[in-house]
C-alpha cells in the first residue's frame, strides 16, 4: 500500500495531500495500492521498472497529476507501467513513454481544462482504452499511440493535435471520438506514418476533422484498414485532398 511507511525511502510516507511529492517507483515491488478517498496529490510520477499504480476495490481516491506528468526512462528491455487508478490531470504536463516501454492506461482520465494540455511524447508506445472525461487538449507528438473503447479520446470539448510524421496512430476498435482533431506535418519531403485500424474493428470521429499546416505544408493522410475494419469520419471533415 502507497500509505504504508515501510514502502517508502526512509521508511517514511509522504505527504500526498500539498501535491508537492514526485514519487518515483524504482526499488522493489510490481504494484502499488492505494486504498484512500478523495484526492490524492503528486507533483508527478517516475517509474523505473514493470510497474502497476492502482487504488484498493472500496476506496474512491482520485490521483490530481501536477506539471512533472508520468516520465519513463530508456531500457534495454520491455516494459510496461500500467496507470489503473482514475488521475485528472491537474496542470500541463508530458506523459513520456521512454524507448522499449508501454504506458497502459486502464483507468479513466479527467480534468479541469483545455488549457492543461497534455503532450503525449516518447519514442515508445501509450495506450489509451478507458471511458475518459479529460477536457484536456492533447497533442501527439512521437511513438506508437493507440485508442481504444469510447471515450478514449476524451471529451468534445478537448482538440487532438496528431504529429503523422511522428506518431503512429492506431486505432483498436469502439472509438467514438467527439472531440476536434487535427492531423498536421512540417516536412512534405518526409513520408507520414500511416494511421492503423485493427481488424474487425469499428472507430468513428463524430466531431470536426481537420489538417492543420505547419509552415504551409499538408501532411498525406493515409489509413490502412485491417479486415472487416472500419473507420466512419461522421463529422465535419476539413482534409486537403491532393489528387
Known amino acids: 500500500l502507497l ?32 486504498a484512500a478517498d478523495g484526492f490524492v496529490r503528486f507533483a508527478g510520477l517516475v517509474f523505473t521498472r514493470a510497474f502497476t499504480l492502482d487504488r484498493a476495490a472500496d476506496a474512491t481516491g482520485l490521483v490530481l497529476l501536477g506539471a512533472g506528468g508520468v516520465q519513463t526512462p ?10 489503473a487508478w482514475p488521475l485528472a490531470a491537474a496542470a500541463p504536463q508530458t506523459w513520456y513513454a521512454a524507448a522499449n516501454a508501454t504506458l497502459h492506461w486502464t483507468a479513466p482520465l479527467s480534468g479541469f481544462s483545455a488549457l492543461d494540455r497534455i503532450l503525449v511524447d516518447g519514442p515508445g508506445t501509450q495506450e489509451f482504452c478507458a471511458a475518459n472525461t479529460f477536457p484536456n487538449d492533447m497533442t501527439l507528438t512521437n511513438g506508437i499511440v493507440r485508442f481504444a473503447g469510447d471515450g478514449a479520446m476524451g471529451e468534445a470539448a478537448g482538440t ?10 492506431r486505432f483498436g476498435g469502439g472509438v467514438n471520438t467527439r472531440s476536434l482533431v487535427y492531423f498536421r506535418g512540417d ?7 500511416t494511421v492503423a485500424v485493427e481488424a474487425g474493428t469499428t472507430n468513428r470521429f463524430e466531431g470536426r476533422v481537420a489538417h492543420k499546416a505547419v509552415n504551409g505544408n499538408y501532411a498525406t493522410l493515409k ?21
Not at 187 to 193: L, T
Request: net charge negative.
Open 223 to 243: 489509413i490502412t484498414l485491417g479486415k472487416d475494419a472500419e473507420l466512419v469520419f461522421a463529422g465535419e471533415t476539413s482534409l486537403n485532398y491532393v489528387n
Open 74 to 83: 530508456d531500457a534495454d528491455d520491455a516494459r510496461t507501467y500500467e496507470i
Open 187 to 193: 516536412d512534405v519531403k518526409v513520408a507520414p506514418y
Open 3 to 34: 500509505a504504508t511507511a515501510a514502502n517508502w525511502t526512509g521508511s517514511v510516507a509522504p505527504d500526498f495531500e500539498t501535491g508537492g511529492l514526485t514519487a518515483t517507483f524504482a526499488e522493489g515491488g510490481e504494484r502499488a495500492t492505494f
Open 160 to 169: 487532438t493535435d496528431v504529429d503523422l510524421l511522428r506518431v503512429k496512430l
